[in-house]
């Protein structure tokens, strides 16, 4: 297992804490990715400090009062923010986000009790190395990942606990200990204690991880998913797998999972969720386009590629590449087919081709001043001249496409 490389910004805090005669340490996630060999996002610290004497020491000009009342101050240093929180134990969390009391306490290792999950349960500092009472380091190497103490007791004060343990477990790959997994799935119906936002943001992160598919435990999706039956989980966990990660692939991931609802459920059920407006959009765009995008291979040459123009037409690029992910995800086997689909629609972008009636080189003014009514026909002339250009029948120029219109209109 690698060592610890403290932040120089947590250096120095920690530094300037030890210096005042208070206990502080960097903790939870920074020390089990710095022991994963990971380079850790931010820094979070504990220390016997209370708010009010961080405050002090480094100066309100300097500090954020991000949570006083759970111990938390946010202090800046060298540019950057370090989540400062008081050594401290908790009752429970009845919002999913703060526990209702917090009581300070001494040690760190009290502190350290109060964590979910014994991996995220390590503090560090230079005068006593690693404090590791719930065998974190060790469930590290071996891969596994484990509730602090009695798994019940600990996803009954916090039930957002039972998805924290999922998402951790797919974000490394983990095994989930056999009794800390038994309790989960036991008391996921207190999910429904949690609020909506928190079980968004765990799915969110649980779906972008490299492999969640086995980690969609069906009794934790059905609660935190009810319209999502057991046989569509099922079957929709591999594509899940199958689509490309990280937090851009969100809305594939979604269709891929949530297909089964259709376009409507999907919407319905990721506004349920609070899910922002442009995921919702592009996972429901995903869902009602990526049947159509099926049908590609099945065309002749020459319907391809209208059939391509027309979606480039409707679509931006970025959703096209979203489809090719999902449909590649959903048939293994027409990779290829969807691999050379994106090359051929890429390219098209980059030519700027015509895919749109309003990168025609005419306009509907200017039909109406060639004598073309207004109205239903003069959209349908607009296509079918869009339909023509993409044909290479004409060329995106004003004057043929003007004789073509009034000539067409004549007939
Ligand atoms: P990430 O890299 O995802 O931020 P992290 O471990 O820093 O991982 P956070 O959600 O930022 O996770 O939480 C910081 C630490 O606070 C955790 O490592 C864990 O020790 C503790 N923690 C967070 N949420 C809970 C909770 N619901 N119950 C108990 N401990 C928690
Ligand atoms: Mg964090």
Redesign the pocket.
């Known amino acids: 297992m690698r060592d610890i490389r403290l932040d120089e910004g947590a250096a120095a805090l920690l530094q300037r804490l030890h210096a005042a005669g208070y206990q502080a340490f960097v903790?939870?996630?920074?020390v089990?990715?710095s022991l994963l060999g990971l380079c850790?996002?931010?820094w979070?610290l504990c220390t016997s400090a209370l708010p009010g004497q961080i405050m002090e020491l480094f100066g309100a000009e300097n500090c954020i009062p991000t949570g006083l009342q759970h111990g938390t101050v946010t202090i800046k240093q060298g540019g950057r923010l370090y989540?400062t929180?008081t050594f401290r134990t908790?009752g429970s969390?009845t919002d999913?986000r703060h526990p209702d009391r917090v009581q300070f306490v001494p040690k760190v290792e009290e502190d350290?009790a109060?964590?979910?999950?014994t991996?995220?349960?390590i503090a560090y500092n230079r005068q006593r190395g690693l404090v590791d009472p719930f065998g974190g380091q060790e469930d590290l190497a071996h891969r596994i990942i484990r509730a602090?103490g009695d798994p019940a007791t600990?996803f009954e004060?916090?039930a957002?606990?039972i998805l924290?343990l999922y998402?951790?477990g797919a974000?490394f790959g983990f095994a989930i200990e056999e009794k800390t997994d038994a309790a989960a799935k036991a008391l996921c119906s207190r999910l429904d204690c949690v609020s909506v936002e928190r079980i968004q943001e765990e799915l969110a992160?649980l779906l972008v991880a490299p492999q969640p598919g086995g980690y969609l435990v069906p009794e934790v999706m059905a609660a935190i998913l009810p319209e999502l039956s057991g046989q569509a989980l099922a079957k929709a966990a591999p594509v899940v797998d199958a689509c490309p990660s990280g937090k851009a692939a969100l809305p594939v991931r979604l269709a891929a999972l949530l297909e089964s609802l259709g376009e409507e459920g999907v919407r319905r059920t990721l506004r349920r969720l609070r899910c922002s407006n442009a995921c919702v959009e592009q996972t429901a765009v995903l869902v009602r386009e990526n049947r159509e995008f099926a049908r590609w291979g099945t065309l002749a040459a020459p319907e391809q590629k209208l059939w391509l123009r027309k979606l480039l037409g409707r679509q931006d690029l970025e959703t096209v590449e979203g489809l090719a992910a999902l449909c590649a995800a959903k048939e293994p086997e027409n990779q290829p087919r969807y691999r050379q689909l994106l090359q051929t629609a890429r390219a098209v972008e980059e030519a700027g081709l015509c895919c749109r009636i309003a990168q025609l080189a005419v306009n509907g003014r200017d039909l109406m001043a060639a004598g073309i009514p207004a109205g239903p026909a003069l959209r349908s002339t607009l296509e079918r001249l869009l339909e023509q250009v993409i044909r290479e029948q004409l060329p995106n120029e004003k004057e043929p496409l003007l004789a073509a219109a009034v000539q067409s209109a004549a007939t």
């Open positions: 903790v939870g996630g920074c089990r990715d850790p996002q931010d979070d989540e929180t908790e969390y999913g350290l109060r964590r979910d999950l991996i995220n349960a602090v600990r004060e916090d957002l606990r924290r998402r951790f974000r992160k």
